[in-house]
């Protein structure tokens, strides 16, 4: 069974662009979770989208914004990108809302230049 | 609202030895607590949880970590390391059962363990 999956590996912009990472769910899984990891920093909860719809989301500006497609995968949008946001995005699904358990991707790193 | 603390960025054990990697939270009832590694060129992957119940939890790989309410913590252990476990292992905790949603989680900013032969 393939695991969650995410591309691009890697992705480099500069200031003031936009960048789209994309997710793949593992199958049967509804919900999808992002997450920033920056340098030394924990992971920081972005957004959480389920069965379509964004059901949560972390304490970031507007211009982090995603979507979920029928299929449940998911796209990630960072808007006017600037340096602060570079770091690893780690996609993540579930089966259950409530159970902790929580199956991640390799990640996306952005770098903003 | 819940934090986590993991006190070691990086640990060193020699192959065979004993681990034990801190974890400490704040969060002002019985919280959700669990373990997460990451090891080189994968997602992290849930080694395990406790929610109630018998505070050491047995997990995946060999590992156990012990809830201890009275110090915060939740500690992750292991009898004897492989070269394998080399890898970044994060504490996340949520809040209690009333509250709880996957999204809730609070990671620390993790511990990577390096294995010596």
């Known amino acids: 069974e393939a695991g969650v999956t995410q591309s691009p590996t890697h992705l480099i912009k500069t200031r003031g662009q936009q960048a789209t990472l994309r997710c793949s769910p593992i199958?049967?899984?509804?919900?999808v979770y992002w997450y920033q990891q920056a340098l030394g920093l924990g992971l920081q909860f972005l957004l959480w989208?389920?069965?379509?719809?964004?059901?949560n989301r972390g304490n970031f500006p507007p211009r982090f914004s995603g979507r979920q497609f029928p299929n449940y995968s998911s796209e990630l949008n960072v808007n006017a990108l600037e340096l602060e946001d570079s770091a690893l995005y780690l996609c993540?699904?579930?089966?259950?809302?409530?159970?902790?358990?929580?199956?991640f991707g390799e990640g996306s790193r952005l770098t903003v230049l | 609202a819940q934090s986590v603390t993991q006190p070691d960025i990086h640990i060193t054990v020699s192959e065979g030895a004993s681990l034990e990697l801190r974890c400490n939270y704040s969060?002002?009832?019985?919280?959700?607590l669990f373990w997460y590694v990451q090891s080189p060129g994968q997602g992290l992957q849930l080694l395990l949880k406790?929610?109630?119940?018998?505070?050491l939890v047995q997990g995946i790989k060999g590992f156990e970590a012990e809830f201890k309410r009275s110090q915060s913590s939740f500690n992750l252990r292991k009898p004897s390391v492989h070269w394998s476990d080399a890898a970044e292992y994060f504490c996340?905790?949520?809040?209690?059962?009333?509250?709880?949603?996957?999204?809730?989680?609070?990671f620390g900013t993790g511990t990577r363990l390096t294995i010596i032969p």
């Open positions: 993540a699904s579930s089966w259950d809302r409530g159970s902790g358990e929580l199956f």
């Open positions: 199958s049967g899984h509804t919900s």
């Open positions: 989208y389920d069965e379509g719809e964004e059901r």
């Open positions: 969060y002002g009832a019985t919280p959700y």
């Open positions: 406790y929610f109630s119940g018998d505070t």
């Open positions: 996340a905790v949520g809040p209690d059962i009333s509250n709880f949603g996957n999204e809730k989680l609070t």
